[in-house]
C-alpha cells in the first residue's frame, strides 16, 4: 500500500467517526485542506464543494480560509501527509547536491512543522480530548534499518528522519 493510500485510509477512517479533519500535502507551496465536516453537514452539489480547499497557500493562510470562509472553530485531527522523492537527489552523500537537501527537507518536515504551529490552535480548542497531530512517513528511514536498507535515499532518508525527530517531540511536549 503507497503511502498515500494509507494516509488517505487514515483520513476515510477518521472522517467517519470524527466530526471534522485536517489532512494538509505540500509539495513546494500547494496545501489541500479537507473539512469532512463539511462533507457530512450538507449533501455535496455542484455549488458546494464537498471539501474546504486552499490551494496554493501556505499552512497559516490555508488555516484562516477554515476559519474564516467556513467557520471551522477547532479540528480533530490534522494528518500532515506532505512529502517529496525526489529521483535526481538519489546517490551517496559525497554528490548530494545542497538544493536536493533544501528542498526534501522543506517539503518532508518543516512544511509538517509549520502545519502543526499553524493548526495548534484549533487542536487545542477541541473539547473531547486534545486534537491529534499526525505526520504520514515510512519505516525506510529509521536509523536502524539503514544497515538492512542500503538504498541510495539518503535526502529523502534525512528528511523523513528530521520529521520523525520532530512529531515525536511535539508528543511529548503535548502530554
Same mark, same amino acid.
Request: net charge positive; glycine share 4%.
Given at each position: 500500500?503507497?503511502?498515500?493510500?494509507?494516509?488517505?485510509?487514515?483520513?476515510?477512517?477518521?472522517?467517519?467517526?470524527?466530526?471534522?479533519?485536517?489532512?494538509?500535502?505540500?509539495?513546494?507551496?500547494?496545501?489541500?485542506?479537507?473539512?469532512?465536516?463539511?462533507?457530512?453537514?450538507?449533501?455535496?452539489?455542484?455549488?458546494?464543494?464537498?471539501? /474546504?480547499?486552499?490551494?496554493?497557500?501556505?499552512?497559516?493562510?490555508?488555516?484562516?480560509?477554515?476559519?474564516?470562509?467556513?467557520?471551522?472553530?477547532?479540528? $480533530?485531527?490534522?494528518?500532515?501527509?506532505?512529502?517529496?522523492?525526489?529521483?535526481? /537527489?538519489?546517490?551517496?552523500?559525497?554528490?548530494?547536491?545542497? $538544493?536536493?537537501?533544501? $528542498?526534501?527537507? $522543506?517539503?518532508?518536515?518543516?512544511?509538517?512543522?509549520?502545519?502543526?504551529?499553524?493548526?495548534?490552535?484549533?487542536?487545542?480548542?477541541?473539547?473531547?480530548?486534545?486534537?491529534?497531530?499526525?505526520?504520514?512517513?515510512?519505516?525506510?528511514?529509521?536509523?536502524?534499518?539503514?544497515?538492512?536498507?542500503?538504498?541510495?535515499?539518503?535526502?529523502?532518508?534525512?528528511?523523513?528522519?528530521?520529521?520523525?525527530?520532530?512529531?515525536?517531540?511535539?508528543?511529548?511536549?503535548?502530554?
Amino acid at each position: 500500500m503507497s503511502i498515500p493510500s494509507i494516509a488517505e485510509a487514515i483520513y476515510n477512517l477518521q472522517a467517519a467517526t470524527l466530526p471534522h479533519i485536517l489532512q494538509y500535502c505540500s509539495i513546494g507551496a500547494k496545501a489541500r485542506l479537507k473539512d469532512s465536516r463539511l462533507r457530512h453537514q450538507q449533501p455535496p452539489s455542484s455549488e458546494q464543494p464537498q471539501h /474546504a480547499n486552499a490551494e496554493g497557500t501556505d499552512a497559516a493562510t490555508a488555516v484562516e480560509v477554515l476559519q474564516t470562509k467556513h467557520n471551522i472553530t477547532s479540528l $480533530d485531527n490534522v494528518i500532515a501527509k506532505a512529502g517529496i522523492s525526489d529521483w535526481k /537527489a538519489f546517490g551517496p552523500m559525497a554528490s548530494v547536491k545542497i $538544493d536536493d537537501v533544501k $528542498d526534501h527537507v $522543506d517539503v518532508n518536515a518543516i512544511g509538517s512543522l509549520l502545519l502543526f504551529q499553524a493548526t495548534l490552535p484549533l487542536l487545542k480548542k477541541v473539547t473531547h480530548g486534545p486534537g491529534k497531530f499526525v505526520t504520514v512517513s515510512s519505516p525506510i528511514e529509521s536509523i536502524g534499518a539503514m544497515e538492512q536498507r542500503r538504498y541510495p535515499m539518503a535526502v529523502y532518508w534525512a528528511s523523513k528522519a528530521m520529521v520523525n525527530s520532530l512529531t515525536r517531540k511535539i508528543h511529548f511536549e503535548r502530554e
